[in-house]
Each structure stands twice: as C-alpha cells, then as structure tokens.
C-alpha cells in the first residue's frame, strides 16, 4: 500500500463523510444560501473604504476583537452578565463548542435542521442524534425531544429559531421545556433573527445551560465571517481556550463594527426583504401543485407534487434561477425546494421561470 491510499491514517468517520458542497453559481440568479441580495450604496461604501484605509494588516488582529465586541453588546443589547464570544462565522462556534466536548459525547438536534451540527458532530466523532420534527407542521415533537434528552444525555442540543430549512419558529414553551429537561448545553442557534421577531436573548438570565447563537451573515455580511455566541461567563471562558486566537481577522473586525453602526441600512434591506417573503408565499401558494410553508427567515420552503422536485429544480437552474434542492435528503424533505427571498426583480424572474418549469407558460 502506497501513502497516498492509506485508509488507516484518519479516522474511519472522516474516510465516511463527504464535503459540504457548495453548488457553482456563476452567472446565475442565486436564490440558494439565504444571503441579503442588497449591496451598499455608494455613500457608505466610500465611508467603509475611509474606515479600512488605515488598517495595519502587517499587525495581527486584536486576539480579543475588543471594538467589536462592545459595538454587538451596545447595539444587540446583550446584557453586561453575559460575555460574547466571535467565531469566523457561527459555523466555526459550532465546531468549538463540539470540540470541547469529552470523547463520545451525544449532540441532539431537532430533523430536519442546519446541517453543520451533524456535519461537525461527524468530524469529531461525537453521536448525533437528530429527532424528527412533526410532519406537516414541523413543530418539535415534544415527547419525543424529551425522550431522547432522557435516553441519550446529549451533552449539547442545538436548535435553529427559526429552524433551517422549514423556516418555522419552534413552540417557545415547547423549547423551554427542552432546556428546563436538559442536563447539558442548549444552544438556541439565532441564524435568521433579523427577519423574526423573536429572541431567546432575554431568557438568558433564566437558564444557566442556555447559549443564544447569531451571526451576521443572513444580516448582509456573509462574506465577511462573523458569528458570535453570548452566554454565561463560565461556558465562555472554558470555549475560549479552544478558540484560534486570531479567528476573526482585522477587515472582519474594522468592516463588522462599521457595518454595525450604520445598521439602519440593513434594517430597511430587512423589511424590503420581508415584505417580498410575504409577496412570495402568497404567489407560490396561488399555484396548483405546490405548497408553501409560512416562514420567520429570509428564505421560504415548498413541496411539489410527487418527484417533481428533481425536475422543477433542473429546470429553474436551466434558466438560470439557482435554489436549493432538499429533495435528495428525503424524509420530511422529500419533494421539497428551498427559495432565499431575494431582490423584487430576482424573486419576480424565479416565479417567472418556475410557471414555466410547471408548464404554465409565462
Ligand atoms: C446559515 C446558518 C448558520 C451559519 O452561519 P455562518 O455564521 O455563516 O457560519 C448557522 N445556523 C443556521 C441555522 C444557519 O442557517
């Protein structure tokens, strides 16, 4: 056996997985990943590269992102009893937290859900376990959570809220419980915020297992990488010692904290964008063969009739509308397509491209 072919090297969990793929969206409306389709006005953009000019990169960053982490605890309003930890992106929080966790340890999530909690529990050996949501409604099955809470003592739960992909807000209560049951870690993972209406950060006080995860990328800023966990000093303090000491670089620091204070531009890009959620569901619902699942996010969830899935995304993709096909992880997923709420015009030419993907001319 040469070294190049070596199966004994890495662990047989890494030899089993897959890459997260990323579909190649060159030249088409992208519709896929949830990002804000908005830019920046020309204004801001000069004020963003007067604010970046001076910014020493022969220097390393500040390893504690001090600036920046009193801008979040300012303008996100997160009380002086909890610390803030940044990851490069929310993804990176997620691997830390796993990565601290004895060997072995159960990581439960509610299914369908954001993938990396699976994809990361993989990396690290660590038992995943994940329980289906109810059909139809997906709501969490209560008994069921708390069932495998009692058989598996996961030692973190994470849940999405609003859940990716379904876009549905989880029953508050229904997540209360969850944490009152839980022996370790329960991480209400805040993804798609901006456009919910809805927080756990002000239950932080209550729950000493509880951790509010965000991030700014479905904010605007996905190309800059920046999550950040709040919680109770301890977790934080024990999180930090596994964190890269200089995990969000210096134009993520200066661009975020800039970004931030001129927040009121994204709070307009926000509502443009749930206003044309609103318009969206209600187009896609008007259409036979199809149902749209109401939503809390930037992105909405719908079913085709029966095997259509594959041959509806094929077709948009061929016009040049890239959205995401869930139907190939089947379950709950089944037949299922995933749209991110994008620009009047972008949302405008996928409904376009779709009826003729339905055959319904136009
Ligand atoms: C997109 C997403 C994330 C990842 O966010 P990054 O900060 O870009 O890594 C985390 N959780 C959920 C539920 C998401 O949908």
Known sequence: MTYATRTDLFRPEILAMSAYKVADASGMIKLDAMENPYGWPEDIKT???AAIQDCPLNRYPDPEAQQLRATL??????????????GNGSDEIIQMLLMALPANACVLAPAPGFVMYKQLSDSLSLRYQAIPVVADSFGLDLPAMLMAIAEHQPSVIFIAYPNNPTGNLFDSQAIEAIIQAAQGLVVIDEAYA???NASFMDKLAMYDNLL???????LGLAGLRLGYLVGKPYWLEQL????????????????????????????????????????LLAQLNALDGLVAYPSAANFIL?????????????SLKAQGVLIKNLSPQGGLLADCLRVTVGTPEENAAFMKALHHSLGLGG
């Open 47 to 49: 004020s963003w590269l």
């Open 73 to 86: 605890r300012e303008l996100e309003n997160i009380p002086e009893a909890f610390d803030i930890l940044l």
């Open 194 to 196: 901006p456009f919910a």
């Open 212 to 218: 509010v995860m965000r991030t700014v990328s479905k």
């Open 240 to 279: 930090n010692k596994i964190r890269l000491p200089y995990n969000i670089n210096s134009l993520t620091q200066i661009t975020a904290d800039f970004a931030l204070n001129n927040k009121s531009l994204f709070d307009k890009q926000t509502q443009q964008i749930c206003a044309q959620r609103t318009l």
């Open 302 to 314: 719908f079913r085709t009739l029966p095997r259509q899935a594959d041959v509806i995304f094929a």
